[in-house]
């Protein structure tokens, strides 16, 4: 029995293409003392991999040529060496692009979805709602009648901080690409507005969706969209700076014009990887999972078939085809 | 008697202009229910007063056509109907660029020099060593063995950073603008090195003189500086973010490339107008005293003689024609 991986082959020269990866046929791992073998159910895509792909200096190491590409799963354990696991217990993991993994007991959390759907655990209850509690909570702290602005409104980490932030009393506008994903942040996510970053006029129309101004930015996108939200922030105005997913392709960068605006309105910016705030996680699963359960919290999810079908999904998710969460179903 | 003052006449369309002032001399102001009649010694002139004359949003209301400009002097109590201030005391004051000022009590701080000049209650004990000081161990929180740059380094701020930073036991790289500032910045104020941002190559020269990366940045003046240090932070940057000088003349704005390397070293940039935090300025204050009196800060001051040369000295700090705190003495 095989176990099919996807490597990285090559590194982009801007956007991402099919022939960046490789799909290997690699003998089945054996787990060593204190580790598990996990079969992998779903891979979750995020704009994150993208940075990976890269060469040089970045919050993590790049994936090596010939490397299998990193990204959480949601796994079955199919043999443990690691006494805390039982052969059939569900797990979330760091298990990669590949349907088997061997992994050490340490890395792995297992899962209790109380009745939600197993895929939420690599969404609303997983990675993405964990960094949306922390950055819009933690760093955003926002108050009653604050207006919060979102960007990649409708992905897995935006629906959330604009769907709990207005839970907490805010007004909430998105920002997302496309008439069918405002549509969606507004009729099914329930925000109060959204601005299609693609359409004329973005920038008037963004000032027009914060009449009284923004007091959080949550930053996904980066670029011109920053650049355009900048001279809308209020004074004291907090950015938690999560993403810079326009650029990740960094073919080309675009010089952002109004940051004298930091100044002038005392902003207070942070930028964040939630896998470095471990301490955090447990309450903010339990808040996630709570709201989800309790119907507080709405999602969508873009489900490909197949570990072969991991690069193209991958690459569909930079270019925005997706809509909700991303995952790869592969058992 | 008369009282001369210098009003704004126009508001400039880019650089400073001379004729954007305007001479007037008032009638002596009379002091009313406790308020108190100053006489001005020593006017401050700082880059935050070309914020002022412009038009629309910034942190503090601009200055209006006619209105006397706005800034911070040390003063002689001329009349007093405070019952805590009498004839002859020597206070600080937002008096404004005039002779006589009434204004009231509250506004004004007793200065007890303990045997410095009078002058520094504007430059080391005054707001810009407060402003060093809050930037510098409030927001930058620096550790001995860090890298610490300052842009706008032989300025009244950054050159109360930089050697404040040093004896922390920090590393200190400067950013001034030409030879004669890169000089005074090492030999005279001490700093480990200084890059002279008008010279060839100032990136990679930036980067040599930065070998562990920079974990502190304190930003005075924005644009291309800005865009050089941010690919140069190091993981948990802090960066106190006290102003944007290259573009308060507003005329053009730099468009800044890197911003993704605040995600990638996750870094945390706090922007302040160090007097919305009246709450320190007694313990800074004590301390630049006790740092002054006590040799571990060195200074220089450029004084222009006489109200008459208060718009050239500004217009000629803008262009940054001189070496040190820049005052106007008036009396």
């Known amino acids: 029995m095989k176990n099919l991986q996807v490597v990285l082959a090559s590194r982009p020269q801007g956007s991402v293409a099919e022939n960046n990866f490789r799909f290997v046929e690699a003998a089945m791992p054996s787990p060593g003392k204190d580790e598990v073998l996990v079969r992998n159910l779903f891979l979750s895509l995020d704009p994150y991999m993208r940075m990976r792909m890269n060469e040089g200096k970045s919050y993590a190491p790049p994936v090596q040529i010939g490397e299998v590409m990193v990204g959480g799963t949601i796994a079955e354990v199919a043999e443990s060496k690691d006494p805390r696991f039982r052969t059939g217990d569900i797990v979330s993991a760091r298990a990669g692009w590949q349907q088997y993994a061997a992994v050490g007991g340490g890395t792995l959390r297992k899962i209790d979805m109380r009745g939600a759907p197993l895929s939420t655990a690599l969404s609303v209850v997983g990675m993405p709602g964990v960094t949306a509690w922390y950055g819009l909570l933690k760093i955003g702290e926002p108050k009653p009648g604050e207006t919060v602005v979102v960007s990649a409104a409708s992905g897995a980490v935006g629906s959330v901080v604009g769907q709990v932030a207005r839970f907490k009393g805010c007004r909430v506008v998105g920002i997302a690409g496309g008439t069918a994903k405002c549509d969606y942040v507004v009729k099914d996510l329930g925000f109060d507005a959204c601005v299609d970053y693609k359409a004329d006029a973005f920038e008037s129309r963004l ?58 309105s005392r902003v207070r910016l942070q930028a964040f990887i939630i896998s470095e705030h471990l301490e955090i996680w447990d309450e903010a699963l339990a808040d996630l999972s709570a709201w989800l359960l309790g119907g507080k919290i709405n999602y969508r999810e873009t489900i490909a078939l197949g570990l072969e079908n991991a690069p193209g999904a991958f690459i569909g998710m930079l270019q925005g085809r997706n809509l909700g969460k991303q995952l790869v179903k592969l058992a």
């Open 207 to 264: 000032r027009e969706a914060t009449p009284d101004g923004i007091d959080i930015y949550f930053e996904n996108v980066g670029g011109r969209v920053f650049d355009a939200v900048l001279p809308l922030l209020n004074a004291f105005a907090r950015i938690p700076f999560c993403g810079y997913v326009s650029e990740y392709d960094n073919s080309t960068t675009y010089g952002v014009q109004h940051l004298q605006s930091l100044l002038v």
